[in-house]
């Protein structure tokens, strides 16, 4: 066997099911196994940044490891801003990177795409993955693969291989997949034992789920815990999303000022908050109007759980949440007298000029009559309006907050599942990364894209309205769908968006790109909210 049929055996014993990649000269002979073999299907996409947000995407729909396969330097530079999201949003991405072959960095000249040092990219690197790995080595390369990707799995975060093209051909044995790392039994049943019992005494417990059920594929025996438990559920910004293919008691996602006061209202007074898997960011938890004492909170977030001042380190997630279901009786406790959030419907096919809840409703209704679809969306007024989106599977920069997102993130999601997603996406977001969708047609993917165009980078407008520069050109998007390969209709009212998105979930095979005019000024409910909280946050 050669490095990297062993690489590729490796990735797919792990669990990834696609490759994301735009060669160059560092990384030809790899992409040529990688086609040649078959073990992955590959995808190759326009600009790297798309090709690590795909990688993402797939890498939280299937809760495994995405693979993004880049050439050095000018490759893999153009794709650290999207491995800095993986990693701060815990998305399990392998990075692997060509790199000049052992004897040509021998030889004293400076090499093409080589930045400072022949190791700058490997430092780079190691600032937004969790584990690295030079494949210089044959001898040494399968346990090295295996050490980075346990590292991956058990962190949920991205990783970074980088294969020197003169050793893609080297014999090699085939990579012995290594246990996830040992925890104390002892430790952990403590542990359960004491999240119960501060539950037990709290007056208001509440359980808030966050991203890395989802990455840890814990979903369905967290919504089990959720109902044994009895705790109204919520969700974190971030953590939107999940549980949407349970039927866990879940009321809504927390966003502090932002969110419905219900919601909120629960999590600020509550005196046992069980944050399980919840990231603590400013975007998940600071968006509130009281100080959240984080002292009175229970947290369970990488691999460690924290009690008030108590602190058990390597407790994993998986483990943590079986052995509180082992100790919970199976019948179900009453149910919380909590309504769940209503989310709008019902939008009158009228001549209406479009506001951003609209298009929310309009997205319910047309679920509502022809079935849930996943969801991408970019950061901007797309994001926040999708709180309004009843439940379903979604992906979001809901922490590291990355334009340019939502179009590839779509695309990953199609070719990680098979199934037909909704991309919602800013028109900002969609100069950056949209030419993306002229990659549908060779692979038959076929999203439909909500493009909200109001001219306008709005998201900034409502943070600092004086500003010129938030003004954008009016690009036209709709009439550019058909060079791409897809189908384009731009609509001003209600009506038009009613049937244009009808119209374009009965068209299948080709992109159907809705470009929706909507007024500057114009916001969301949440996204108004949200910014007047950032605000006096910040006053
Ligand atoms: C890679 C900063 C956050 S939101 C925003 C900017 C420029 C405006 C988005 O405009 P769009 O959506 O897409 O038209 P909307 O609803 O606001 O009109 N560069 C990157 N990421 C971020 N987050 C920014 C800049 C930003
Ligand atoms: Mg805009």
């Keep these: 066997m050669n490095l990297s049929a062993a690489l590729l055996d490796a990735l797919k014993a792990h669990g ?3 490759i994301f990649g735009i060669p160059g000269d560092y990384a030809l002979p790899f992409f040529k196994v990688i086609e040649e073999s078959g073990i992955l299907p590959l995808y190759t996409l326009s600009h790297e940044p798309a090709v690590g947000f795909a990688a993402d995407a797939a890498a939280r729909i299937h809760a495994g490891p995405g693979v993004a396969v880049v050439t050095y330097g000018a490759g893999a530079l153009n794709m650290v801003n999207p491995i800095a999201a993986a990693f701060a949003e815990k998305s399990p991405v ?28 490997y430092r780079i690197y190691e600032e937004i993955t969790c584990a690295q790995a030079c494949l210089d080595d044959a001898r040494s390369a399968p346990a090295e693969i295996a050490r980075v990707l346990r590292a991956c ?11 020197p093209r003169d050793m893609v051909n080297a014999p090699c044995e085939p990579v012995q997949a290594v246990a996830e790392p040992a925890y104390d039994p002892e430790a952990l049943a403590a542990c359960a034992d004491e999240i119960l019992a501060r539950l037990h005494r709290a007056r208001s417990p509440v359980l808030m789920i966050g991203v890395e059920v989802r990455r ?26 999940l549980l949407a293919q349970t039927d866990a008691p879940l009321l809504g996602t927390y966003i502090g000022v932002a969110g419905l006061p219900a919601i909120t209202e629960l999590v600020e007074n509550s005196d046992a908050l069980f944050l399980l898997g919840v990231i603590v960011s400013d975007t998940n938890l600071g968006v509130s109007a009281v100080h959240i004492d984080l002292r009175m909170s229970i947290q369970a977030l990488n691999r460690r759980v924290t009690i008030g001042h108590h602190v058990y380190p390597e407790i994993p997630l998986g483990p943590l949440v079986e052995a509180l279901l082992a100790r919970l009786p199976a019948q179900r406790p009453a149910a919380p007298r909590h309504e769940p959030a209503a989310y709008p419907r019902g939008l009158p096919a009228d001549d209406a000029p479009i506001r951003p809840l609209d298009i929310a409703t309009a997205i319910n209704d047309l679920m509502d009559a022809r079935g849930k679809m996943p969801i991408a969306t970019d950061i901007g007024d797309c994001m926040f309006l999708a709180m309004d989106v009843e439940h379903t599977a979604l992906v979001a920069p809901g922490y590291y907050a990355s334009m340019g997102f939502g179009v590839p993130a779509g695309l990953g999601l199609q070719a990680a599942t098979g199934e037909r997603p909704l991309i919602i996406v800013g028109d900002g977001a969609f100069q950056m990364t949209g030419w993306e969708l002229g990659n549908c047609r060779r692979y038959g993917w076929d999203p439909i894209v909500l493009l909200i165009n109001n001219a306008s980078w709005e998201m900034l407008r409502a943070f600092q309205p004086e500003s010129k520069f938030n003004d954008l050109d009016d690009w036209h998007f709709a009439e550019a769908a058909a060079a791409l390969g897809g189908e384009g209709v731009r ?10 998105l009808g119209a374009a979930q009965r068209r299948r095979g080709r992109f159907q790109l809705i470009e929706a005019m909507v007024a500057r000024g114009a916001m969301s409910p949440t996204l108004a909210r949200f910014v007047e909280g950032v605000k006096s946050k910040r006053t």
């Design 153 to 163: 799995l058990s962190c949920s975060q991205p990783v970074y291989l980088e294969l």
């Design 16 to 18: 990834a099911r696609e």
């Design 491 to 500: 609509v001003h009212t209600r009506g038009e968006l009613v049937r244009a």
């Design 216 to 241: 840890f594929g814990l979903e369905e025996k967290v919504a089990e815990l959720a109902r044994r438990l009895g705790l109204p559920v919520v969700t974190s910004l971030l953590g939107r999303g």
């Design 94 to 121: 392998v990075v692997v990177s060509g790199a000049p072959g052992k004897g040509e960095a021998q030889r004293g000249l400076l090499l093409h795409h080589q930045a400072k040092s022949l190791d700058s990219q």
